[in-house]
């Protein structure tokens, strides 16, 4: 071989190497992102999932793809949404509510899923134990359809002479019955009388105020549910309007005009998954992860909205609460 052809030989060889290289590399994990609702309010929460991701090592774009399915408040969606990222075979699925979890646990049983859920996880049969998942599945539960006789607690207090309590409820949510009842049995612990009404939509959320207040509840639980927490500035507008205290289940609510709140941080829940999506990735299995339970709930007032409904906060109230917005 002439050296001139040698020099090009090798040159070439230098040029094609890290071609070759890369090609030899693993694809890029996939994220799948299944959830109820749709993005609008949730961005805070999204940034906070991406944010537990970093935590771990991963970055969208970087080391790790996320493909995100949102039912868009349409819960029979969901079994379609959570086929369709089983068949595009990625590597865990990131299921953001429990109808998710639900569709996702039906759709595999291979790919691991790191779920978030208002109810009792091993009641919903997602896993065995809270601190022995096995199977595919673990994630965070926030108690949220849990903490009813709590929040009536609250409510009751900022307004005694309410009677007759109404509770909203969402009643295509896989929790809507077992949070009803545990109103329920709160309600009639206190010697309370209730009066449950349904909305699935937009439009059915404004009947269902007048239907509440037309049967004179003194104040509104609003129930847990994805698609009641993207309509956040709605429900508070209604509430003014017609003039009835509401007790909602998280700070978001609140902030959004809500007059009361009481939950776990929504944020912090979905940076832990976050966190425990990103440990999957590394090679953890669902199986050895406990399911996370709360630690802390935030009560929030938002005084605003108490005085544009005419009502006095005791000071022993506001003392008790976690924020107070002014």
Known sequence: MRRREFIKVAG??????PLAARAQQPAMPVIGFLHS????????????????????AYDEGRNVAIEFRWA???????PELAADLVRRQVSVIAALTADAAGAAKTATTSIPIVFETGNDPVTAGFVASLNRPRGNLTG?????????????????????????IGILVNPTNAN????????????????LQTYVQSASSE????????????????????????????????????AVRHRVPTMCPLREYAVAGGLMSYGTSLTDVYRQIGVYTG??????????????????????????TAKALGLDVSLQLLQRADEVIE
């Open 72 to 78: 868009e408040g349409h819960y029979d969606r969901l």
């Open 176 to 191: 809507a019955e077992l949070s009803t009842k545990d109103l329920r049995a709160a309600t009639d612990a206190l010697g």
């Open 37 to 56: 609702a749709s993005l609008g309010t949730y961005a805070p929460m999204v940034a906070a999932f991406r944010h537990g991701l970093s935590e771990t």
């Open 12 to 17: 070439g060889g230098l040029v094609l190497w």
């Open 140 to 164: 965070v539960t926030t108690l949220t359809v849990l903490l009813g006789a709590k929040r009536l607690e609250l409510l009751h207090e900022l307004v005694p002479k309410a009677a007759v």
């Open 279 to 304: 440990r999957i990735l590394k090679g953890e299995k669902p199986a050895d992860l406990p399911v996370i339970q709360p630690s802390k709930f935030e009560f929030v007032i938002n005084l605003k």
């Open 203 to 238: 439009r059915e959320l404004d009947t269902a105020f007048t239907t509440l207040v037309q049967q004179g509840v003194g104040a509104i639980v609003i129930g847990s549910d994805p698609f009641f927490n993207s309509r956040g500035i709605q429900l508070a507008a209604l």
